[in-house]
């Protein structure tokens, strides 16, 4: 089993729609949850971050996080073509300083 | 602040040659990290260093050797290229303390081994 595990895509959506991206983790005893996105031939930058139970709002963007079913989301509100990219999910774990990235699901909003 | 800077922005190699892929970070981040991204493979953990003085191996060291010459630099050195070494590569750093850890990427290096 990977340790942090994403639906690669493509997940299309029409403009103005909401997004939901889904990402799952093994190590139980992990602290703290990033979402990045990454345009095609850019870095990641980061997006979001959630470290409690419960769901995290900023602006159009809210993250979601369930540690006993080992589960964090991202919802994208009001999807905008410029919203058109790869999100990486990432997972600090028990290991000091080390964060495992998922594979990323690759998002479309169609205009 | 440039944040997270790296050279070269693209590199050729031929099989056998060696290289080093320069860092630099000016935000007084303790920890560096290199990552390399190929397609359908997420980002994938070569080396870290947790403070200046330390490093340590990731998910994919073999081929790879790193320097954390002080707080501010950190490189990466490929002794004997290889093809399956082609490939993105990302410097970050982070603070390194606590459960944030929020990492900050360079721009990246394309390098392609021939």
């Known amino acids: ?111 | 602040n440039a944040g997270v800077t790296q050279t070269p922005k693209f590199q050729v190699l031929k099989t056998g040659q060696s290289m080093t892929l320069q860092c630099a970070q000016d935000m007084n981040h303790n920890s560096m990290y290199w990552y390399r991204q190929d397609p359908g493979m997420g980002l994938r953990l070569i080396y870290y260093s947790a403070s200046e003085g330390t490093t340590d191996k990731g998910e994919v060291p073999n081929g790879y050797n790193v320097s954390r010459l002080n707080k501010r630099e950190f490189s990466l050195r490929l002794e004997s290229a290889a093809p399956s070494q082609t490939s993105v590569y990302f410097c970050a750093s982070s603070r390194g303390q606590g459960v944030y850890n929020e990492q900050f990427f360079g721009p990246g290096t394309r390098l392609t081994v021939l």
């Open chain 1, 1 to 111: 089993q990977k340790e942090v595990e994403q639906n690669s895509g493509p997940l299309s959506v029409p403009e103005g729609a909401i997004a939901s991206l889904n990402c799952t983790y093994s190590d139980r005893g992990s602290q703290s949850f990033f979402w990045y996105r990454q345009y095609s031939g850019k870095s990641p930058e980061l997006i979001m971050f959630i470290y409690s139970n419960g769901d995290k709002e900023d602006g159009r963007f809210t993250a979601q996080l369930n540690k006993a079913s080992q589960y964090v989301s991202l919802l994208i509100r009001d999807s905008q073509p410029s919203d058109s990219a790869t999100y990486l999910c990432a997972v600090k774990g028990t290991s000091y300083d080390k964060v495992i990235f998922g594979p990323g699901t690759s998002l479309s909003v169609i205009p």
